[in-house]
Structures are given as structure tokens and as C-alpha cells.
């Protein structure tokens, strides 16, 4: 796997395209189809290869033109050539300029089939031919090779670490380097030769040199920015998430990138977990269905046999606050849990002020963001009452609790100085496999003013501070753990 490839790989993750190790052996076998030559068929396959949603689609396609940008060097081949506009007027230059390029083209397609062809004319020599680069540089930029030259800026550009450039006014330093790392030195050093020779074919090659060599300087800059903007698009991306993972979920204000961020951590914690219950499911190893499976191999052992465990079904129950002081926090738990459907296929969800009522069915048949707001519209106008809706969920739930079932509660437990109904919470955790509180407010207030969180801690099995993305994620990652 060649360094331009895994450069272009890292920066589609940074832009938040998931790429496996399986999906870019996929892509460089791809690659190896199609080649560099065609940018249209390379930026067809490796989409197909490294996209797999229509978000992920459109970063790659930003990526791959930011990453693989190099056509000033179509101008080159252009009739009449734009840059050599400023060029002394010759009637017959641009015709014998199409001509030498269109025999190098000739030359190198026969060098590649092994067919012989016309060696340049020698410096000084009057052949009628035109002068032909000698430096690798020169010769590269003067085939109009665009995917060889593109290559080579990439190249150029991994060997310099233009993919470090931390300010704006590093653009000149980086072009500098990749121009040299190219092999500008060698270039400029025939230019000057060729400009102290009084052969006219000379004189024609230093004109070309030069612009050709303009032509570059403007491809680099212009890749260099594009680098950079990518890196900082990438690095302002993680700087980002990462702080919208430590600030206070009521201080969101960013939705949408929210909404994005959670199903990212949702996805991360299903990966996880769904390998860890596929290795925890496969049981021991069952040594008499295995030497029976081995029989026709003569004893060796090809298909190991395991003891099925019977699948311990989880149940989650999410008992959300929806009054105005925690109803964000509450919003991206339900969020967070209907997004992780393959490692908790069974998760019911009630919502409270004063009265508690479910909600399952407003999530099964609506979107997730519409059956959110219905909750809101629907529990979250009355007065905070903990003590009522505990014996609400009593009432219709406490039959369905049993050690299969995992209570979660999201509330800062402010029960505006009622009745606690703390009896109600005990035997809710006696009959429960686990209960769990997540309040977002700090300890130190806890049991503060009207909170009743000292007495309800006494009947969890685990209460936590949940006030931000990570705190939500690692309270979702320990309750994944204990089932």
C-alpha cells in the first residue's frame, strides 16, 4: 500500500468517512484495476470502495478533490496555451509546441510497448526537431502526463509532510520544499544552460521550462492550500467533537452536529459490544462435537464445535425527566439508547414531570427526533413529582421488573419537596437485575434544597454524574458492560 494512498485513507478519516483495514485492502485492489491515470474512474472506484452512506459520499467526494488536485497542468496541452500568452510571438510556436508534445507522447507510449522511436536531437543540433528536457523534472511537466504529475506532487508532498502545516504562512515554506523534493534544482539548472545557448531550439526549451515551471509553482500552492485546509478541517472537526463531548448537554447548541456526534458514539459502543457478546455467547469449547466433526479429516481438527449459552435477553427501562432543567439531558439518552437497537433490542421508554406515561410506542412508529418532541409536548409541562411517578411506574410496570431488567432513571431528583416514595425505588431495585441513576447535577449538590438524591442513592446500584456526551457514553458503556 503506497504512502500517497494511506496519506489520502488517514485524512477520510479525519473528515469522519469510517475506513476499516478490510475496506482499504479493498480499495487498493481497486486501485490496482484502475490505476492513477483516469481521475474519473479512480474517484469512482475508491468511492464505491470507501463510502457507505450519502454523508460519508459527500466528505469523500470533498476529500478526494482536495486531496488529488493538480490541473493547472491541462494547460499545457491546451491550443492555444493560455500561459505562454507573454511568450515572444512566433506564427509557427505553437504548432511545433503541439507537436513535441504530441511526439512525446508518441515516444512514451512506444517506450512502453517496447517499440523503438526518434532519440531527441542533441543540443546545437539543426534537425528541425525541438530541444527536448533532459531533467526528469522537466521531462515530467512536459509530457502533460497529469496523473504521473499528480502523483508526484503527492509524492512530493508526503516526503515534505505537507500534511503538518499548522498556520496559513507556512504555504510559501511547504511549496518551497515540495518544488525542490520534486526536482526543481536539476530543472532551474537547465533552464539557465539552456537560456546561455545561442541554438534557438534551446532558447524555445527555456521558454517552455519556464512556464511550465510557473505552472507548478501555482499547482503547488494551491495543492499546499488545499492541504491545509483539509487538515484544519479535520483537526477543527475533532476540536470540535471533542469539546462539544466535555460541555454541558443543555449548552448544546449545534443540533444537528450533535445529533451526528451521538450516532458516531452509539455506532462505536455497538461495535464494541456486539464482538464482546459474540465472544461471550460462544461458550466452551465442546470437545465431543468436535472430535465427531474431525472424523472425516482424519482427527484434525478443522471445525471447532462450542457449547451454545442460551442468550441472556436484557430488558432496559428508561425513566426520563422531561421537565425544563433536565429535558435536553433526557432527550440525547433516548437518543443515545434507540440507537443501539442491536445491542439492546429491547428498551421501553416512559417519560415524566408529575405523571409518568410510556412512550415505547411513539419511537417504534415515529422518527427519533419526532417521537422525542411528542414526549416533550406531552410530559414535559407539569411540575416536577419523583414520588408520583415512581408509584405511576408501580402501578403499571412493577409486574414486567424482573432480574432480566435494567432500570435506568435520568433526573436531577428535585422533587420540589414531596412525598420521596423511596419504599417504592427499594423494591424496584430488589426485583431488577440493576438500577441505574444518572443525575446531571455535580455531587456536591446532591441532597441540596428540595433533592432527594442522598435518599435514592441508598436503592441504586450505581448513580452517576451525567451532564455531557462522555459522561452519557461511559454511563452507557458500564450499563453494556453489566448485562
Not at 508532498?157 to 520534486?182: D, E, F, P, W
Not at 521550462?209 to 483539509?230: C, G, H, I, K, N
Not at 450516532?263 to 456486539?274: E, F, G, M
Request: hydrophobic share 35%; with cysteine; charged share 25%.
Amino acid at each position: 500500500m503506497n504512502n500517497t494512498f494511506v496519506e489520502f485513507v488517514h485524512a477520510l478519516r479525519g473528515a469522519d468517512v469510517r475506513v476499516s483495514t478490510a475496506e482499504a485492502l479493498d480499495a487498493v485492489r481497486a486501485l490496482q484495476l484502475v490505476g492513477y491515470q483516469h481521475r474519473a474512474s479512480l474517484k469512482l472506484a475508491l468511492g464505491q470502495t470507501l463510502a457507505k452512506s450519502e454523508e460519508e459520499k459527500q466528505a469523500f467526494d470533498q476529500c478526494f478533490d482536495q486531496f488529488f488536485h493538480f490541473s493547472s497542468m491541462d494547460k499545457l496541452n491546451d491550443t492555444p496555451a493560455p500561459s505562454f500568452q507573454d511568450l515572444p510571438e512566433d506564427d509557427n510556436l505553437a504548432n511545433r509546441l503541439i507537436n513535441n508534445l504530441s511526439q512525446l507522447a508518441s515516444n512514451i507510449e512506444a517506450s512502453l510497448t517496447g517499440q523503438s522511436h526518434p532519440t531527441p536531437s542533441e543540443p546545437g543540433q539543426s534537425s528541425g526537431q525541438p530541444a527536448q528536457s533532459q531533467s526528469p523534472l522537466g521531462q515530467l511537466l512536459l509530457s502533460g502526463d497529469q496523473a504521473s504529475a499528480a502523483m508526484a506532487m503527492a509524492s512530493a508532498g508526503q516526503s515534505t509532510n505537507v500534511n503538518q502545516i499548522q498556520l496559513m504562512t507556512q504555504k510559501g515554506l511547504y511549496g518551497r520544499r515540495m518544488m525542490m523534493a520534486m526536482g526543481l534544482e536539476a530543472m532551474e539548472e537547465e533552464i539557465w544552460q539552456a537560456e546561455l545557448s545561442s541554438d534557438s531550439q534551446q532558447l524555445q526549451l527555456a521558454q517552455r521550462l519556464r512556464a511550465a515551471r510557473d505552472l507548478l509553482r501555482s499547482e503547488v500552492r494551491d495543492y499546499v492550500e488545499q492541504q491545509f485546509l483539509l487538515q484544519a478541517q479535520a483537526k477543527g472537526k475533532q476540536l470540535r467533537q471533542e469539546t462539544m463531548m466535555r460541555v454541558r448537554i443543555e449548552h448544546l447548541r449545534e443540533f444537528k452536529d450533535t445529533q451526528i456526534l451521538v450516532r458516531k458514539l452509539a455506532q462505536r459502543l455497538v461495535k464494541k459490544h456486539a464482538h464482546r457478546k459474540k465472544v461471550h455467547n460462544r461458550g466452551q469449547l465442546d470437545v465431543r462435537s468436535t472430535l465427531r466433526q474431525s472424523i472425516p479429516n482424519n482427527g484434525i481438527m478443522f471445525n471447532p464445535q462450542w457449547k451454545t449459552k442460551r442468550s441472556n435477553r436484557p430488558k432496559v427501562m428508561a425513566i426520563c425527566d422531561v421537565s425544563g432543567s433536565v429535558s435536553q439531558v433526557s432527550r440525547f439518552l433516548l437518543m443515545f439508547l434507540y440507537s443501539l437497537t442491536d445491542v439492546l433490542p429491547r428498551v421501553r421508554a416512559f417519560a415524566f414531570s408529575s405523571h409518568l406515561g410510556e412512550v415505547t410506542n411513539l419511537f417504534q412508529q415515529l422518527d427519533i427526533n419526532d417521537a422525542i418532541d411528542e414526549t416533550l409536548d406531552a410530559y414535559g409541562n407539569g411540575s416536577t413529582n419523583y414520588g408520583q411517578a415512581l408509584l405511576d411506574f408501580k402501578e403499571h410496570c412493577l409486574a414486567d421488573v424482573d432480574k432480566k431488567t435494567t432500570i435506568i432513571i435520568l433526573g436531577d431528583a428535585r422533587n420540589n419537596y414531596g412525598e420521596p416514595e423511596t419504599e417504592v425505588l427499594r423494591e424496584l431495585y430488589q426485583r431488577s437485575n440493576q438500577l441505574i441513576w444518572l443525575n446531571p447535577e455535580h455531587k456536591n449538590r446532591w441532597g441540596s434544597g428540595d433533592s432527594e438524591m442522598k435518599k435514592y442513592q441508598a436503592y441504586c446500584t450505581l448513580a452517576e454524574v451525567c451532564n455531557s456526551l462522555s459522561h452519557l457514553e461511559r454511563a452507557i458503556d458500564k450499563l453494556l458492560i453489566r448485562q
